[in-house]
């Protein structure tokens, strides 16, 4: 007598089928969920770099903006960096599938005096800016920020054309 014990091959056929066409339908909403997740990272980011040019100019900037953002991360004597050390590693970090920067279109302010944490007299910036570009699977929409504390989005994959003041053509402001 022969036992009847296992599955047939057609019976695991069939499971393997079933498993492929429910990973087929998960795949596209796990990798939508991850582009939504580094969206709203960046988002996070831009609100970061934001609050940190705010505190800077009030605290240690004397109404100037620092230029970069690992000068954000630099603290003043005694006292803490302005941003988190993962966004002060230069002025372009990438972080959650995109690519920051921050930048002016306005340049240096000349008359602005020595900073609390080293920066040298007219080295501040009158304005700045600042850009969340979507690397390879990263997002599908760009971001940027300015000294207005707006947050701007387009669907592009390119940088926004961001200056220190205005909204830039085609975009749409989420705060």
Same mark, same amino acid.
């Given at each position: 007598?022969?036992?009847?014990?296992?599955?047939?091959?057609?019976?695991?056929?069939?499971?393997?089928?079933?498993?492929?066409?429910?990973?087929?339908?998960?795949?596209?909403?796990?990798?939508?969920?991850?582009?939504?997740?580094?969206?709203?990272?960046?988002?996070?980011?831009?609100?970061?770099? /934001?609050?940190?040019?705010?505190?800077?100019?009030?605290?240690?900037?004397?109404?100037?903006?620092?230029?970069?953002?690992?000068?954000? +991360? /630099?603290?003043?004597?005694?006292?803490?960096?302005?941003?988190?050390?993962?966004?002060? /590693?230069? %002025?372009?970090?990438?972080?959650?599938?995109?690519?920051?920067?921050?930048?002016?279109?306005?340049?240096?302010?000349?008359?602005?005096?020595?900073?609390? %944490?080293?920066?040298?007299?007219?080295?501040?910036?009158?304005?700045?800016?600042?850009?969340?570009?979507?690397?390879?699977?990263?997002?599908?929409?760009?971001? +940027?920020?300015?000294? %207005?504390?707006?947050?701007?989005?387009?669907?592009?994959?390119?940088?926004?054309?961001?200056?220190?003041?205005?909204?830039?053509?085609? /975009?749409?402001?989420?705060?």
């Amino acid at each position: 007598m022969r036992s009847n014990r296992g599955f047939t091959l057609i019976e695991l056929l069939i499971v393997v089928a079933i498993i492929g066409v429910i990973a087929a339908v998960a795949v596209p909403g796990l990798q939508q969920a991850r582009r939504s997740g580094n969206e709203t990272a960046a988002i996070g980011s831009l609100r970061a770099i /934001t609050g940190a040019q705010s505190l800077y100019a009030a605290a240690c900037g004397n109404g100037f903006f620092s230029p970069s953002l690992s000068n954000l +991360g /630099t603290p003043p004597a005694g006292g803490q960096a302005f941003i988190s050390p993962d966004l002060s /590693t230069g %002025n372009t970090v990438f972080k959650s599938g995109y690519q920051v920067t921050m930048n002016s279109s306005s340049g240096v302010a000349p008359d602005a005096p020595p900073t609390c %944490n080293g920066l040298a007299a007219g080295a501040a910036m009158q304005g700045f800016f600042a850009t969340a570009t979507p690397a390879s699977g990263g997002g599908s929409k760009a971001f +940027g920020t300015n000294t %207005n504390h707006t947050i701007y989005w387009a669907t592009q994959l390119a940088p926004l054309a961001m200056t220190d003041s205005t909204a830039p053509a085609g /975009t749409f402001s989420i705060q």
